[in-house]
């Protein structure tokens, strides 16, 4: 049996902001709901897997199965994957050196835990490192004002943008939620959090007061490297961080992990306004 060959570009895909088309805050939250894709349950995949592992057997009368090996790359390149989605809405205010933890993913290859279940259920999945997408959507915008003129609208100059933490083993601890608002805390010159850096998420736009919209993508694939003319031109045109581009992140996930977003804001005045975030991780069965 030939399988058709799928192309796969392993360069971050250029997702519009809203922003550019849509001035208003009415207009980006309505394209912000817009019609959700379908993505396939655990048990969606299963199925599928066993009939791509029994089809030789029912189209050649024959008790051979199609190998593992081949059932998997037709899983990946076809990007059948099982996923589960965090998502925070409602407006949140984060005020200069008042970071948030916003959300915490469930551990990866996990199941969401409800009152009817005293702990989380372990899922199938493929291998150790089994993580293969994480989607990032972020509904959020400065303070509207203030930073340099040559900086207005733009992702240069901007003290208000979110950052990741990978929580291991996050299955052995105490579910963790979004942290209250704290007092302004101290961040001394050598803090690793005092600015954005190249381990950034996103930043927002530079003095812009309509809810903006960013779509961030980590696959498995990625491979562009940190030092790269590419990774700059899509940390000067994206606001994403340079050091998040070249899959590491997903490829380094464990079964049990969980991702935490923050939200921050540096120096007088700034803050980032926080309308929705959510998260969705895709892993291997």
């Not at 399988?3 to 805050?25: A, V, W």
């Not at 400065?142 to 040559?150: A, K, S, V, Y």
């Not at 003290?159 to 979004?178: C, K, L, M, V």
Request: aromatic residues 8%; charged residues 20%.
């Amino acid at each position: 049996m030939m399988l058709p060959l799928i192309r796969r570009f392993r360069r971050p895909p250029q997702l519009p902001n809203d922003e550019s088309s849509s001035p208003s805050g009415e207009n980006t939250q309505a394209a912000f709901e817009e019609e959700t894709p379908y993505y396939p349950g655990f048990w969606d995949v299963l199925k599928v897997r066993y009939l791509l592992h029994h089809i030789w057997q029912w189209t050649r009368d024959s008790d051979e199965l199609l190998p593992v090996e081949i059932v998997d790359m037709i899983m990946d390149a076809a990007e059948y994957w099982a996923s589960t989605e965090n998502v925070l809405e409602g407006q949140t205010v984060i005020r200069k050196d008042q970071d948030q933890m916003l959300l915490t993913t469930v551990p990866l290859c996990y199941g969401v835990q409800t009152p009817d279940t005293a702990s989380l259920k372990l899922l199938p999945h493929r291998t150790v490192h089994p993580c293969r997408r994480v989607i990032f959507s972020l509904l959020s915008h400065d303070q509207g004002w203030g930073g340099g003129i040559r900086n207005r609208g733009q992702y240069e100059g901007s003290y208000s943008w979110f950052d990741t933490e990978i929580i291991h083993a996050a299955h052995q601890r105490p579910q963790i939620g979004p942290s209250e608002e704290q007092g302004p805390a101290h961040f001394g010159p050598d803090h690793p959090h005092l600015l954005p850096n190249a381990s950034k998420l996103q930043s927002n736009r530079t003095a812009v007061s309509a809810p903006q919209r960013h779509t961030i993508v980590w696959d498995h694939l990625d491979n562009i490297r940190a030092d790269s003319s590419e990774a700059e031109e899509i940390e000067h045109s994206q606001g994403r961080g340079r050091a998040t581009l070249d899959g590491s992140q997903v490829r380094g996930l464990e079964v049990g992990d969980a991702i935490a977003v923050w939200g921050r804001a540096r120096f007088g005045g700034w803050t980032n306004h926080v309308q929705r975030v959510s998260v969705r991780v895709f892993w291997a069965i």
